[in-house]
């Protein structure tokens, strides 16, 4: 079991505004954060990192919304992190999230979900490699 995740804040909390609240909120958790930069993903880059949804109807849509804006990468370090981290920012669905995580707090939609969280350590790993070499990870 690993104890590094990868998280993005969307696009969506980034022209909300929420995204020093989100960082708070993952450092209030106990994440240490261990590498993190802003960024803008071109539609082929955000096409490169959703491509294991490819097949996917909103595959699309999804490489549409996070090419849109700014967003925050970073990859966060805790024991149990993968695990402990989507228990901190809930269900896809904000409507189905539960109080005080991160999606009920600041997503708007499926869609429009605030934070990107890996689903194994494997994906962390891969997806924190996507945007930081080893130079940058302290």
């Given at each position: 079991m690993s104890n590094r995740t990868?998280?993005?804040?969307?696009?969506d909390a980034m022209k909300n505004g929420h995204a020093g609240a989100i960082l708070n909120h993952i450092i209030k958790a106990g994440f240490r954060v261990v590498a993190?930069?802003?960024?803008?993903?071109?539609?082929e880059k955000a096409g490169e990192f959703y491509a294991v949804h490819k097949e996917r109807p909103f595959y699309g849509e999804l490489v549409e919304f996070m090419s849109s804006?700014?967003?925050?990468?970073?990859?966060?370090?805790?024991?149990?992190?993968?695990?402990?981290f989507r228990k901190v920012i809930?269900?896809?669905?904000p409507a189905q999230a539960d109080e005080g995580t991160i999606r009920k707090l600041y997503a708007t939609s499926v869609g429009e979900n605030a934070v990107h969280g890996s689903d194994s350590d494997e994906n962390a790993?891969?997806?924190?490699?996507?945007?930081?070499?080893?130079l940058e990870q302290f």
């Amino acid at each position: 079991m690993s104890n590094r995740t990868f998280t993005m804040i969307k696009p969506d909390a980034m022209k909300n505004g929420h995204a020093g609240a989100i960082l708070n909120h993952i450092i209030k958790a106990g994440f240490r954060v261990v590498a993190l930069k802003q960024t803008r993903l071109s539609a082929e880059k955000a096409g490169e990192f959703y491509a294991v949804h490819k097949e996917r109807p909103f595959y699309g849509e999804l490489v549409e919304f996070m090419s849109s804006g700014v967003i925050i990468a970073a990859i966060l370090e805790k024991d149990n992190a993968v695990a402990d981290f989507r228990k901190v920012i809930g269900a896809t669905n904000p409507a189905q999230a539960d109080e005080g995580t991160i999606r009920k707090l600041y997503a708007t939609s499926v869609g429009e979900n605030a934070v990107h969280g890996s689903d194994s350590d494997e994906n962390a790993a891969i997806e924190g490699s996507f945007f930081f070499s080893g130079l940058e990870q302290f």
